[in-house]
Each structure stands twice: as C-alpha cells, then as structure tokens.
C-alpha cells in the first residue's frame, strides 16, 4: 500500500495526513529543514514514521531546533543530555551520526553555499549513485534512508501517486 492510499484509511493517525498533505515530496531548500528531514530519516530507521512524526517537537527541542552549527559542536555531554531525552530516539549511533553529519553539512554549505546547493549538484542521479554518494558523504545513511529523504524533500520523484490529490501540486512528481 502507498503512502497516499495509507494516509486516507480511517485507522492511520492524523500527524501522517498533516505531513502527507503539506510536506512529503514538496521541494524543501532551507538547510535546517534539510537537515532535520536527515536527522529523522536516520532516527527512523527500524521504527514507524508514525513514531518519528510524534517525537518530531521532541527532536526539534533536543537538537537546537536544528541550527546546523550548533549541532555540529555538540560533545559528550550533548550526546549524554540527548540519550537521556525521552522525548527523541535514545540510540547513541544515531545521536553521534547527527553530530557527525551536521559537521559534514557545516563543510557543504562552506564549500557550495548550502546544503541545497550540494544537492542540486548531483540532481538526476538514480537511487544508486545518490545512495554511494549519501554512505560516502554521511554517517548511517542506507539505501532506504537515503531514497525516503530525497523523495521527501522533493529531490527524487515518487512521493504521492498520480490519483493522490496532492500529485499536481508538486512539481516534478
């Protein structure tokens, strides 16, 4: 089942509508908003999107409402404070891969402008290369991550199906 038919079925919770309808797939070019959409999609991985969206405040509060630079001097006692959070994922992998991959985006932005810019770059590349590209470049970044962040942030086509009603408001799609 697709996301979109998923999203219209009475049982889902209403946090899925609200980010189907306004943010899955539409173009995303703020480098925070960028990053965060990473962080989640990392933290993601071997749970619900269901629990992500619920926890997505949390996070937002947790992580210095994703202010890249902030991040990216964060240190063993951020990591302690965050795996102490039960307002986000506790998983020390995933604490230490945003540390490491606000690092690595504080880099792009320094080298192409922004985190969207290093994106644009590489624009038209398959699933594939993005996925080489993403596991070279970032920390915990699989092929599933990597596809579900992109397709989210409007860099990859896919996001809502032809009959879904948010499929023409999309550019791209």
Known sequence: MSYCTAVR???IHPCHVVYHDTEY?????????????????????????????KKREGFRQAYSNFDIAAIAAYGEEDHARLLADAGIIRNRLKVKAA???AQVAL???SQHGSFASWLDLHRGSDLTAWTKLFRK???????E???????????LPGAHDPDCPIYFLIPNE
């Open 145 to 155: 991550i990597v596809r579900e962040f992109l397709v989210s942030t409007g860099y």
């Open 99 to 101: 540390t490491r991959n």
């Open 137 to 143: 470049t970032f920390a915990f970044t699989g092929g």
């Open 9 to 11: 079925s009475a049982t």
């Open 107 to 109: 880099e792009l932005i």
């Open 25 to 53: 797939g539409f173009p995303v070019r703020s480098d925070s908003e960028l990053f965060e959409r990473l962080v989640l999609e990392i933290n993601q991985a071997g749970l619900s999107w269901e629990t992500i969206l």
